[in-house]
């Protein structure tokens, strides 16, 4: 287990270089404002894709780039293209606000759509998972996923938008409820749908990499070093160490 664990930590450390940070939704808990390692409206979206700021049918002025008569372009540290913020209060979590760039503006601002999507209509997540939330100062950057590393969290386990337990944490305690939480991960079809996509993806791009289409400008130097990039297929471990970096598993929930 422990050489599992360092495998899983180097690979980590590898795949920071390659990924991106992500925009954080925010959460205000007794009137003070957080970063959200979650994304709690995902799952909503999914069910409600017409609810959806970019890609619904709601808002009008998206409607000539989905046409095709213009290209969205959004920052890669917003994969979601929203920054939605949430409120606990009197145990229950809601969603209170969701921006999106504004298409007008040359400095990427965000603005508020809350009411051109709902109105005064109240939105039931239906969300239950484990929501991280940093509380206490940066000690490492990461420029990949949520993966920054804080002094202190607060953890709050939601059933069906009801908290139902909340704990605050130190890093170490957070590490091992990562790992803890990763583990079970590892138990789900999620994971097994995931480890089975990461792989036919890396099927797809070796193929699409050595096709003469891509290497006829290429020397055979260049050839043989791309070759030898896809010698061998990616490992379980270097899969895992790629979810627990990127991933976000918050509908495992376990102890803390």
Do not use: C
């Amino acid at each position: 287990m422990k050489l599992k664990i360092i495998i899983l930590l180097f690979t980590f450390s590898l795949i920071k270089i390659f990924a991106t940070g992500q925009e954080p939704d925010k959460i205000i808990i007794n009137n003070k404002e957080y970063d959200l390692m979650n994304n709690p409206l995902e799952g909503y979206l999914e069910k409600h894709p017409d609810d959806h700021p970019v890609y619904g049918s709601k808002l009008t002025e998206f409607h000539q780039y989905k046409n095709g008569e213009r290209m969205l372009s959004f920052s890669s540290s917003n994969d979601r293209e929203y920054i939605a913020t949430f409120k606990i209060e009197n145990n229950i979590l809601s969603l209170i606000d969701i921006k999106i760039q504004d298409l007008n503006s040359d400095n990427e601002d965000y603005i508020s759509v809350f009411q051109k999507l709902f109105g005064d209509r109240k939105i039931v997540l239906h969300y239950s998972g484990v929501l991280v939330i940093p509380t206490g100062k940066l000690i490492e950057a990461a420029s990949f996923g949520y993966s920054s590393l804080h002094e202190q969290y607060k953890l709050m386990t939601i059933d069906n938008d009801t908290v139902v337990r909340e704990k605050s944490l130190d890093k170490d305690e957070f590490i091992k409820f990562k790992f803890r939480q990763f583990a079970q991960y590892k138990k789900t079809e999620e994971y097994k749908i995931g480890l089975k996509k990461y792989r036919e993806e890396w099927e797809y791009r070796k193929k699409m990499e050595l096709a003469k289409e891509n290497t006829k400008g290429m020397s055979k130097k260049e050839i043989t070093a791309l070759k030898k990039e896809y010698d061998q297929p990616p490992t379980e471990d270097y899969i895992n160490g790629y979810f627990f970096a990127t991933g976000n598993p918050d509908f495992v929930i376990v102890d803390y």
